[in-house]
């Protein structure tokens, strides 16, 4: 067959697609939509590496530290620079403190001017939170004049939290522990260094993508198909004029094209249109600018060419089996039994790329991205060629019941084939879900694990700045609204002068406060106890002895250059206490002195640390902590404790699935509420005809659902079921122990049960206009 052939009977197609009047319009136009809505997730995915490495640059570009480098003397050039992060609610609040030493000190990115002392530029979502209801805690906290906005160079995201704020004084500032530097320009060249990945990290990114991407591919191929029970009636027609049955196809294959290449233009409108509304939106904590989302323009091109030719090429391989005459289409009659034996083969080939991998884990190099890619493709393919067989070998053995069921079972056991297509999508993102469910889980341990902190004990510690009256500020916290308990503990290394390389800690506080270090016999201020039961009580016991006399280092090994040394003789009543563990975990050795005992020169040379319990009763009791704080010492923030700690890259790429399934979701709900208003479209006059002759109404509507909840129920089952062989195989892969995460897999069953009982619901009204009467006029 010549190219020439092949063209003219695609372009007669085509002309059918939009030369059909309004009926060919109609079709084809929705199939565009259902193509359009997948091109637009595509052309996303396909924009998401050029957003990943803007994002990259703009943080490398305004990154104002310098680790592993000298310090800068202060020039006219120079810029003090001071971290003021904080947190608002969940919400993380970027904010540095600014200073310039000079004319020529650097501007950040996205900042005309340098704010006065007292004034801040601030991102746009940042300026938008501060002048609504909401943000008046955090208005609390920053306590200064806007003086302007940061530009969208200086922001990573278009929702992101930034200030920067004028600061005076911020030299002495870093002598103590707030973290900042002084520094003659912004960026680190090192920022985008980072070690390498592990090989499970890598696989699970590798499964997000294909577990993201599939359920996109088939409802594409699924919505070429769009209208194929008229189409076939016009195939015919084709046939009694003339037309040969390959060219007959090709025609098809041209109305595919047609509707393939105006879902193309919809889809980049579609794209477009998302990608302005990006900059208002935020998922899971994750913004961009619109700026961001610019496709390769070789992934562009590649969907460009590839939808058109899988539309052909699905056409083309559907009416294969179909036999079109003059008088009509075999179809009709009661089709073939479907074959089993090939759709076996399809899983079982993407076991077979699965196993050589199985048993590598992270200790035998990376995973073949190739093989993990096919793999999890024909696995997840199988879905799509084993739902149709399922479909149709149950709804075949199906009894009799209601009038509603026997209509839904009589169209399911004449359609089955259209009904299977209808739900692929939905069980493809369910089986790829559920296994990325059980590999995340069943990796879970590896990433992420139970921190340190005893948040039972208390919820957020900060510490004292050098110099400062640690009483006064610890009363600040104790008059804090939501603040139950403030254990204050006050920390210093004394040594014998003899060797100054055997030291003793000694911890100052209350009695209330000791007791959360040691169990104490009874305790008065005055007392003084020796710590026993901790790891490093060998190396300390003997300066814990009646009479033993400690120092403070030597001046030239402190800050406080000019002071010399204050001693403190260990006194003769000192008692012993069994140590236990403090809310961080650390499990303190040593002397533990009250205020009474201790001589004021002495306590001047400690460290403070408070621990905050919180009454979480309260509300923004956190936020409330964070104002104090911020009156304090907008430098230092306090710490907020969690119960888990996970590593940041596992944890970026579970952010990244939820947005990605959010994604999908949204596009699978749009595409099931496409297909089934065409099938209902197409059922028009048997729907009004049936209404004709005395069904009623909600019979109709019962028989629609029955025909929905029976392929879905079906889908999911066997989505379910190769959810978990897969996730089996992926986690074997990993050198992990094989276990099904049954909380996981009733959930993501659940949440697509739950999409397609809203698609259902939404269709329902068109459904009760198609049945009005004058559904059987026809012209």
């Known amino acids: 067959m010549s190219v020439g052939q092949w063209s003219r009977d695609l372009a007669m197609g085509a002309r059918f697609a939009l030369a059909g009047g309004r009926e060919g ?35 490398e570009a305004r990154s104002d530290h310098t680790f592993g480098q000298q310090e800068i003397p202060k020039a006219d050039d120079t810029l003090v620079v001071v971290d003021a992060d904080t947190t608002f609610r969940d919400l993380d609040v970027r904010g540095r403190l600014v200073e310039p030493e000079g004319p020529r000190a650097p501007l950040p990115p996205g900042v005309a001017e340098f704010p006065a002392a007292g004034e801040m530029v601030v991102s746009p979502a940042l300026k938008e939170l501060l002048a609504s209801d909401d943000g008046k805690l955090l208005r609390d906290r920053l306590d200064y004049r806007i003086a302007g906005t940061i530009g969208e160079q200086g922001l990573v995201g278009s929702q992101e939290l930034a200030y920067f704020a004028g600061g005076k004084g911020l030299e002495k500032v870093l002598e103590g522990p707030a973290s900042g530097a002084r520094i003659d320009s912004f960026g680190n060249d090192d920022l985008g260094s980072s070690d390498a990945w592990d090989p499970v990290l ?18 594409i191929a699924a919505a070429v198909r769009f209208g194929g029970e008229r189409r076939d009636r016009r195939l015919a027609a084709l046939r009694l004029v003339g037309s040969d049955s390959r060219m007959t196809r ?28 990006a900059a208002s939106a935020e998922v899971f904590h994750v913004s961009v600018f619109p700026s961001y989302l610019n496709p390769s323009p070789v992934l562009a091109v590649l969907v460009a060419l590839a939808v058109p030719a899988a539309a052909v090429l699905v056409t083309i391989l559907a009416l294969r089996g179909v036999v079109i005459e003059p008088l009509g289409v075999v179809r009709t009659a009661k089709p073939a039994r479907r074959r089993l034996w090939w759709r076996l083969l399809l899983p079982l080939g ?37 739902l149709p067989w399922v479909v149709e070998t149950v ?82 916290y104790r008059d804090t609204e939501g603040v139950r308990k403030v ?9 014998d002068r003899g060797t100054e390389d055997s030291s003793v800690q000694i911890t100052l506080a209350d009695c209330a406060s000791l007791r959360e270090v040691a169990t104490l016999p009874s305790c008065r201020d005055g007392d003084v106890f020796a710590a026993k039961g901790s790891e490093y009580d060998s190396e300390s016991d003997h300066l814990t002895k009646p009479g033993t006399t400690l120092w403070t280092p030597e001046p030239e090994d402190t800050a406080r250059s000019g002071e010399r040394p204050v001693s403190w003789t260990v006194p003769q009543d000192i008692r012993q206490a069994q140590s236990r563990q403090d809310p961080t975990g650390y499990e303190r050795g040593g002397i533990l002195v009250t205020p009474g005992a201790l001589p004021e020169k002495l306590a001047a040379f400690t460290s403070a640390r408070l621990f905050l319990s919180l009454d979480l009763s309260v509300p923004d009791a956190y936020d409330r902590v964070r ?54 479209r197409e059922r028009r006059k048997l729907l009004s005809s049936l209404v004709a002759f005395g069904t009623r109404r909600r019979t109709l509507g019962l028989s629609v659902l029955w025909q929905t909840a029976i392929p879905i129920g079906l889908g999911l089952l066997l989505a379910a079921t190769v959810g978990i062989a897969l996730g089996a195989v992926l986690l074997r892969m990993t050198d992990t122990a094989v276990r099904v ?18 698609v259902t619901l939404l269709s329902l009204p068109p459904l009760l206009r198609l049945m009005r009467p004058d559904g059987l006029r026809t012209e």
């Open 25 to 59: 319009w109609t079709r084809s136009l929705l199939t565009a939509v259902g193509v359009g809505l997948g091109v637009a997730l595509l052309l996303l995915t396909a924009a998401i590496p050029s957003a990943l490495a803007e994002r990259d640059r703009r943080e």
């Open 202 to 219: 890598l696989l699970l990114v590798l499964v997000v993508f294909v577990v993201l991407l599939m359920p996109v591919a088939v409802f």
């Open 250 to 277: 090709r025609i098809a294959a041209g109305e595919a094209l047609a509707g393939s290449v105006l879902g193309l233009v919809l889809g980049t409108g579609f794209f477009l249109l998302g990608r302005e509304l």
């Open 350 to 386: 993407g076991i077979a790329l699965l196993y050589p991998m199985i048993g590598q884990g992270n200790d035998d190099g990376t995973f073949n991205q190739y093989l993990v890619v096919g793999g999890v493709l024909l696995l997840l393919v199988g879905v799509t060629a084993l």
């Open 395 to 476: 709804v075949a053995r199906l009894g009799s019941g209601g009038v509603a069921w026997q209509l839904a079972v009589r169209r399911l056991q004449l359609s089955s084939g259209a009904a299977a297509r209808m739900v692929n999508g939905i069980a493809v993102a369910v089986a790829g879900a559920i296994a990325l469910q059980m590999l995340f889980a069943g990796v879970e341990g590896n990433y992420t694990r139970a921190s340190e902190y005893d948040v039972s004990r208390a919820q957020m510690s900060v510490d004292v700045p050098d110099g400062a009256d640690a009483s006064a500020i610890i009363g600040k």
């Open 487 to 495: 254990t204050a503990l006050s920390d210093v290394y004394l040594f």
């Open 627 to 680: 104002n104090t704080a911020a009156r304090l010492d907008p430098a230092v923030q306090p710490m907020t404790w969690h119960s888990i700690e996970s590593n940041d890259r596992y944890a970026t790429i579970r952010t990244g699935l939820s947005v990605g399934s959010a994604c999908v979701l949204a596009l699978i709900g749009a595409s099931l509420l496409v297909s089934q208003l065409e099938q209902l």
């Open 741 to 758: 995460d049954w909380p996981s897999v009733l959930s993501m069953t659940g949440i697509g049960a739950g999409v397609v009982l809203v």
